[in-house]
């Protein structure tokens, strides 16, 4: 395994999908990372953010089949996983996959749909496979969900659960781009640019080459010190008197995956803990319940986040 | 490495103290009993011990004093003191005799006058200055550099004072308002922070580091490398350190300057591939690190060195700039002079209560009070040698010597008797002792002024007087022409023994502890050590304890549990049910508030409101009716954010109408 080589291709798919998504480097990066990870991404921003195009973007330039369902309150759990149907033609029931059979799927506006079809969603991110009439059929590998959820808006909303959103390995807060970035985002559509047309984007990786970065990662070493730093961290966010409900131990596998695959992006062979410290915000913050006091005095989960990498010792420190 | 950085702390503590002490100004009068002996390896051609056992002195015997000390070896010594640094008045530049009479006479009184320089500035002639004047002018610049500098760390150290305290109250108002955020750690907490200590200080680090490559323990030595470059980078101000911030924190922080920034990161990331990836630290490695991180340090103490030489000549400029020992009135050349015939001078700090068996001889400058004298003259009686040179009226009671006011100047003759009677003496005399009547040992004139006795001793009891008509003879102006200089230590010369000087700093006592220190010259030297301390505490100093916000507890409304409560029940989708619960509630205490007697119905109980708190009837009736739907509709209707607005609006109308309770 050359995890340099690794490395510099996760490196330049991100520079390929970055010639369409101006402006959201750090999006782009933590998305490469959740998916190297083998874990599924939760995006939070406002529409108009280039979300789909981003998924778009990723299943070309990675060569990965792309799906997209957008969530309504009337969509069934057959409309994600698939049903099986007659045939008159063979005279015999087929099961038709549903859009979830797929390696890149957008889940769009995950929270209108209803709490049953958003748990057939989720029960396929965990298990990466569906049942359907006592069958149950492997989904793609990779697979990848990348769900969207608009903050503003409440009204006609189901949110999800806790315990749905500690199946989501990141959660992402998108923000606006920077001026320069939005000037050059219309410097793009002046000069031609269509968003629905991306043949011009090259393929720079493949499905198995995808997989081999999600199986190096077990070659990423990691030190004991690294180890008792994500749990001292996850430890203090049960801890936090702002916190009712802390994060889970799959949390803690989630940041020593992630923080592995992050190595794995800037090319090492081992973690250090600003692996761990820099996406703890991400793997976090969605599986912090506050308490209810806490929500009124507008303290959020990346406070409690931040305060508790403030307590945590790095291991090995020299302060 | 570690070698130089002790050497550089040694140097900085040198600098910052040793000038103070060494160089002070001897009018700030040094520690009792301060004694410094001979200048060593000064090339003085000393008297052997044979010639210094004479065996007048040894029997007290009235001998030739004269005979005793080489003309040479004065004149040596005289030459070298003059020539010296700590000589002022002798250096063209620095003369000011043409303001002063006494030391322009002097300058014309003799051929032998070995300050040009006073002779020059006398005749107001162009002076040209010699390799010394400039060395002298170097120093003063130096001095006022020195000063300056000093002066600008302080104020700079008072900014960085002010700037921290800011940061301090910033930070306090930065943190988030949640006083629970800040509670006591819990015991694992507090021993986990208890038992990180590790060391900051960069000479430490720097000396670890250099052990453990000694004794092969390269991981370490990498890891304390690393330390040193961290905490040199603090130190610089480059970086903010704390247990929670990791390499990458530190390198964004250095990202503005690139020329840390790039030897940084390879530094932490050849670290961290020892530290957690389990890559073999080598020499070789350690080798490579100290290339990276030895400049980088090497800079930071080279600021602080800096700053300790600007503290350290603030300590020695006012000896360099000023002192009056140095000028034409002083006696720093007859000190000297003395010390090279090996004789200990130091100046009596201490009062006179009680005088050392080691003295042999007082030399009594200026004047001193009657208790003194009496001292003094016990002293003489006791068999010491006394030496004045003003009158006072205790000593002619008692010695019946008086000194008259005189006023001759040129030539000293040597009576005759003495065998070198043909020294070339010169003085502005003003003054001529005159002995009264009375029986005395032995009495011997050295000098005369027209005839007049200006040099004499005199017995007293089982000691001496020797009397010298003025002052001004034995300062430095006067030792610069002729033979003075020879004449006057071969009267003084006490080989091997001490000779104090008393005179005003003899028995002052201070006021306060700050005066006796600054009285001591010790003032700025502890100003200085009162600011390193403070700069090393600030910087590198470990804090006694764990620092945390004062605890505020607040006391929260019921009001906002309440809606803490329906929040809860909007996530829960259940607002409808809380309206009809807590609805019902407060239906029932505004019935009791408005209506105690009787039950009343809805109707009713919104007219009595509409008339206390001052709203339309109908709009009451409305919110009544509302909440009493909650209570038959909960179950089926569904949840809306109006059921709490709702709720909210029926409790601040509970509140208007005098409360729940």
Same mark, same amino acid.
């Given at each position: 395994?050359?995890?340099?080589?690794?490395?510099?291709?996760?490196?330049?798919?991100?520079?390929?999908?970055?010639?369409?998504?101006?402006?959201?480097?750090?999006?782009?990066?933590? #998305?490469?990372?959740?998916?190297?990870?083998?874990?599924?991404?939760?995006?939070?921003?406002?529409?108009?953010?280039?979300?789909?195009?981003?998924?778009?973007?990723?299943?070309?330039?990675?060569?990965?089949?792309?799906?997209?369902?957008?969530?309504?309150?009337?969509?069934?759990?057959?409309?994600?996983?698939?049903?099986?149907?007659?045939?008159?033609?063979?005279?015999?029931?087929?099961? #038709?996959?549903?859009?979830?059979?797929? *390696?890149?799927?957008?889940?769009?506006?995950?929270?209108?749909?209803?709490?049953?079809?958003?748990?057939?969603?989720?029960?396929?991110?965990?298990?990466?496979?569906?049942?359907?009439?006592?069958?149950?059929?492997?989904?793609? *590998?990779?697979?990848? #969900?990348?769900?969207?959820?608009?903050?503003?808006?409440?009204?006609?909303?189901?949110?999800?659960?806790?315990?749905?959103?500690?199946?989501?390995?990141?959660?992402?807060?998108?923000?606006?781009?920077?001026? $320069?970035?939005?000037?050059?985002?219309?410097?793009?559509?002046?000069?031609?640019?269509?968003?629905?047309?991306?043949?011009?984007?090259?393929?720079?990786?493949?499905? =198995?080459?995808?997989?081999?970065?999600?199986?190096?990662?077990?070659?990423?070493?990691? $030190?004991?010190?690294?180890?008792?730093?994500?749990?001292?961290?996850?430890?203090?966010?049960?801890?936090?008197?702002?916190?009712?409900?802390?994060?889970?131990?799959?949390?803690?596998?989630?940041?020593?995956?992630? $923080?592995?695959?992050?190595?794995?992006? *800037?090319?090492?062979?081992?973690?250090?803990?600003?692996?761990?410290?820099?996406?703890?915000?991400?793997?976090?913050?969605?599986?912090?319940?506050?308490?209810?006091? $806490?929500?009124?005095?507008?303290?959020?989960?990346?406070?409690?986040?931040?305060?508790?990498?403030?307590? =945590?010792?790095?291991?090995?420190?020299?302060? | 490495?570690?070698?130089?950085?002790?050497?550089?702390?040694?140097?900085?503590?040198?600098?910052?103290?040793?000038?103070?002490?060494?160089?002070?100004?001897?009018?700030?009068?040094?520690?009792?009993?301060?004694?410094?002996?001979? +200048?060593?390896?000064?090339?003085?051609?000393?008297?052997?011990?044979?010639?210094?056992?004479?065996?007048?002195?040894?029997?007290?015997?009235?001998?030739?004093?004269?005979?005793?000390?080489?003309?040479?070896?004065?004149?040596?010594?005289?030459?070298?003191?003059?020539?010296?640094?700590?000589?002022?008045?002798?250096?063209?530049?620095?003369?000011?005799?043409?303001?002063?009479?006494?030391?322009?006479?002097?300058?014309?009184?003799?051929?032998?006058?070995?300050?040009?320089?006073?002779?020059? +500035?006398?005749?107001?002639?162009?002076?040209?200055?010699?390799?010394?004047?400039?060395?002298?002018?170097?120093?003063?610049?130096?001095?006022?550099?020195?000063?300056?500098?000093?002066?600008?760390?302080?104020?700079?150290?008072?900014?960085?004072?002010?700037?921290?305290?800011?940061?301090?109250?910033?930070?306090?108002?930065?943190?988030?308002?949640?006083?629970?955020?800040?509670?006591?750690?819990?015991?694992?907490? %507090?021993?986990?922070?208890?038992?990180?200590?590790?060391?900051?200080?960069?000479?430490?680090?720097?000396?670890?580091?250099?052990?453990?490559?000694?004794?092969?323990?390269?991981?370490?030595?990498?890891?304390?490398?690393?330390?040193?470059?961290?905490?040199?980078?603090?130190?610089?101000?480059?970086?903010?350190?704390?247990?929670?911030?990791?390499?990458?924190?530190?390198?964004?922080?250095?990202?503005?300057?690139?020329?840390?920034?790039?030897?940084?990161?390879?530094?932490?990331?050849?670290?961290?591939?020892?530290?957690?990836?389990?890559?073999?630290?080598?020499?070789?490695?350690?080798?490579?690190?100290?290339?990276?991180?030895?400049?980088?340090?090497?800079?930071?103490?080279?600021?602080?060195?800096?700053?300790?030489?600007?503290?350290?000549?603030?300590?020695?400029?006012?000896?360099?700039?000023?002192?009056?020992?140095?000028?034409?009135?002083?006696?720093?050349?007859?000190?000297?002079?003395?010390?090279?015939?090996?004789?200990?001078?130091?100046?009596?700090?201490?009062?006179?209560?009680?005088?050392?068996?080691?003295?042999?001889?007082?030399?009594?400058?200026?004047?001193?009070?009657?208790?003194?004298?009496?001292?003094?003259?016990?002293?003489? %009686?006791?068999?010491?040698?006394?030496?004045?040179?003003?009158?006072?009226?205790?000593?002619?009671?008692?010695?019946?010597?008086?000194?008259?006011?005189?006023?001759?100047?040129?030539?000293?003759?040597?009576?005759?008797?003495?065998?070198?009677?043909?020294?070339?003496?010169?003085?502005?005399?003003?003054?001529?002792?005159?002995?009264?009547?009375?029986?005395?040992?032995?009495?011997?004139? &050295?000098?005369?002024?027209?005839?007049? +006795?200006?040099?004499?001793?005199?017995?007293?009891?089982?000691?001496?007087?020797?009397?010298?008509?003025?002052?001004?003879?034995?300062?430095?102006?006067?030792?610069?022409?002729?033979?003075?200089?020879?004449?006057?230590?071969?009267?003084?010369?006490?080989?091997?023994?001490?000779?104090?000087?008393?005179?005003?700093?003899?028995? !002052? !006592?201070?006021?306060?502890?700050?005066?006796?220190? &600054?009285?001591?010259?010790?003032?700025?030297?502890?100003?200085?050590? %009162?600011?390193?301390?403070?700069?090393?505490?600030?910087?590198?100093?470990?804090?006694?304890?764990?620092?945390?916000?004062?605890?505020?507890?607040?006391?929260?409304?019921?009001?906002?549990?309440?809606?803490?409560?329906?929040?809860?029940?909007?996530?829960?989708?259940?607002?409808?049910?809380?309206?009809?619960?807590?609805?019902?509630?407060?239906?029932?205490?505004?019935?009791?508030?408005?209506?105690?007697?009787?039950?009343?119905?809805?109707?009713?109980?919104?007219?009595?409101?509409?008339?206390?708190?001052?709203?339309?009837?109908?709009?009451?009736?409305?919110?009544?009716?509302?909440?009493?739907?909650?209570?038959?509709?909960?179950?089926?209707?569904?949840?809306?954010?109006?059921?709490?607005?709702?709720?909210?609006?029926?409790?601040?109308?509970?509140?208007?109408?005098?409360?729940?309770?």
């Amino acid at each position: 395994m050359n995890l340099e080589h690794l490395s510099r291709e996760l490196r330049r798919i991100e520079t390929e999908v970055s010639r369409v998504l101006v402006g959201q480097e750090s999006l782009v990066e933590h #998305v490469l990372v959740g998916l190297v990870a083998r874990g599924h991404v939760l995006i939070e921003g406002v529409p108009g953010l280039g979300k789909t195009l981003l998924v778009r973007a990723l299943g070309r330039v990675l060569g990965l089949s792309f799906r997209r369902i957008q969530f309504t309150p009337d969509l069934m759990p057959s409309d994600i996983t698939g049903s099986t149907l007659y045939s008159q033609k063979l005279g015999e029931f087929s099961f #038709v996959p549903g859009p979830v059979f797929t *390696e890149l799927l957008l889940a769009d506006e995950v929270n209108r749909a209803p709490a049953k079809t958003q748990s057939a969603l989720l029960e396929a991110m965990q298990e990466r496979s569906v049942t359907t009439d006592g069958v149950t059929r492997p989904l793609s *590998e990779p697979f990848l #969900v990348l769900a969207t959820q608009n903050p503003i808006e409440s009204q006609g909303t189901y949110p999800l659960p806790e315990a749905q959103l500690d199946r989501f390995l990141l959660k992402l807060e998108v923000g606006h781009p920077s001026q $320069a970035a939005e000037a050059q985002i219309l410097l793009n559509y002046v000069a031609g640019f269509d968003p629905g047309e991306l043949s011009h984007l090259q393929q720079v990786s493949s499905q =198995a080459s995808i997989v081999e970065m999600q199986r190096s990662l077990g070659e990423i070493h990691i $030190a004991r010190e690294i180890i008792d730093y994500v749990t001292d961290i996850v430890r203090r966010t049960r801890n936090h008197p702002s916190v009712s409900l802390g994060a889970s131990p799959r949390a803690s596998i989630g940041l020593l995956n992630v $923080a592995r695959a992050h190595a794995l992006w *800037e090319g090492r062979e081992f973690v250090i803990p600003d692996d761990v410290k820099s996406y703890a915000h991400a793997v976090l913050r969605h599986r912090l319940q506050l308490q209810p006091d $806490a929500e009124l005095e507008g303290i959020t989960a990346d406070h409690c986040v931040d305060s508790v990498l403030r307590d =945590a010792i790095v291991p090995k420190t020299s302060a | 490495m570690a070698g130089a950085a002790r050497l550089g702390l040694v140097a900085l503590f040198a600098l910052v103290c040793l000038p103070s002490v060494a160089l002070a100004d001897p009018g700030d009068a040094p520690p009792a009993w301060q004694s410094l002996p001979p +200048a060593a390896g000064s090339g003085v051609e000393h008297p052997d011990e044979a010639e210094a056992d004479e065996p007048g002195e040894e029997s007290g015997a009235p001998l030739d004093p004269f005979k005793v000390v080489p003309p040479a070896s004065v004149e040596g010594s005289l030459s070298r003191v003059l020539s010296g640094p700590d000589v002022s008045f002798c250096k063209a530049e620095q003369a000011t005799g043409r303001h002063d009479p006494l030391l322009c006479s002097l300058s014309h009184l003799s051929s032998r006058q070995r300050c040009p320089g006073l002779r020059q +500035a006398c005749s107001n002639q162009p002076v040209e200055v010699g390799p010394s004047s400039s060395s002298g002018s170097l120093q003063s610049k130096l001095a006022q550099l020195g000063n300056l500098t000093f002066w600008l760390v302080l104020a700079g150290l008072v900014v960085a004072v002010g700037l921290a305290l800011k940061r301090v109250f910033a930070d306090a108002e930065f943190a988030p308002a949640d006083p629970r955020k800040r509670t006591s750690p819990s015991p694992a907490e %507090a021993a986990l922070v208890a038992r990180h200590v590790v060391e900051t200080d960069v000479a430490r680090l720097w000396a670890l580091a250099e052990e453990s490559a000694l004794g092969a323990r390269f991981e370490e030595a990498v890891a304390a490398l690393q330390g040193a470059l961290i905490h040199a980078l603090r130190l610089s101000g480059k970086l903010h350190v704390s247990p929670a911030q990791t390499n990458g924190d530190y390198l964004r922080a250095l990202r503005p300057e690139p020329s840390l920034h790039g030897p940084a990161r390879e530094v932490f990331r050849a670290v961290e591939a020892v530290q957690f990836g389990g890559a073999p630290a080598s020499r070789e490695l350690y080798r490579q690190l100290l290339e990276r991180v030895q400049p980088i340090v090497a800079r930071v103490l080279s600021l602080l060195l800096l700053c300790a030489f600007g503290f350290g000549q603030s300590g020695c400029s006012k000896s360099l700039a000023g002192d009056p020992e140095a000028g034409g009135h002083g006696l720093g050349v007859l000190t000297q002079l003395l010390r090279e015939q090996h004789t200990t001078v130091r100046r009596r700090i201490r009062a006179l209560n009680v005088i050392e068996p080691e003295v042999s001889a007082i030399l009594v400058v200026g004047e001193q009070p009657s208790e003194a004298w009496a001292k003094l003259l016990e002293f003489a %009686a006791g068999g010491g040698m006394l030496v004045v040179s003003q009158s006072s009226e205790e000593l002619a009671k008692a010695t019946s010597v008086h000194y008259s006011a005189d006023s001759y100047t040129g030539r000293l003759q040597v009576p005759p008797g003495f065998e070198s009677n043909q020294l070339e003496l010169s003085a502005v005399a003003r003054h001529a002792l005159e002995f009264g009547t009375g029986a005395v040992a032995h009495e011997r004139t &050295f000098a005369l002024a027209e005839k007049k +006795a200006y040099v004499a001793e005199r017995s007293y009891g089982a000691g001496n007087v020797l009397y010298f008509g003025d002052d001004e003879f034995l300062a430095n102006a006067s030792l610069s022409v002729g033979d003075n200089a020879f004449f006057v230590v071969s009267l003084l010369r006490r080989n091997g023994q001490v000779l104090e000087l008393v005179g005003p700093w003899t028995g !002052g !006592g201070s006021s306060s502890t700050f005066a006796s220190l &600054f009285k001591a010259g010790l003032g700025t030297l502890l100003a200085q050590l %009162a600011l390193l301390a403070v700069l090393f505490g600030w910087h590198g100093g470990t804090a006694f304890g764990l620092r945390k916000d004062p605890i505020a507890v607040r006391r929260r409304a019921f009001r906002d549990h309440v809606l803490a409560l329906g929040e809860n029940y909007r996530r829960a989708r259940a607002t409808r049910f809380a309206l009809a619960s807590y609805g019902s509630w407060l239906i029932e205490r505004l019935r009791d508030r408005l209506s105690p007697q009787q039950p009343i119905g809805l109707i009713d109980l919104a007219g009595r409101m509409a008339g206390r708190v001052e709203q339309p009837e109908s709009e009451l009736v409305l919110l009544l009716s509302e909440a009493r739907d909650a209570q038959d509709d909960f179950a089926t209707a569904r949840s809306s954010p109006a059921d709490l607005s709702t709720l909210e609006k029926l409790e601040t109308l509970t509140v208007r109408a005098g409360g729940s309770k």
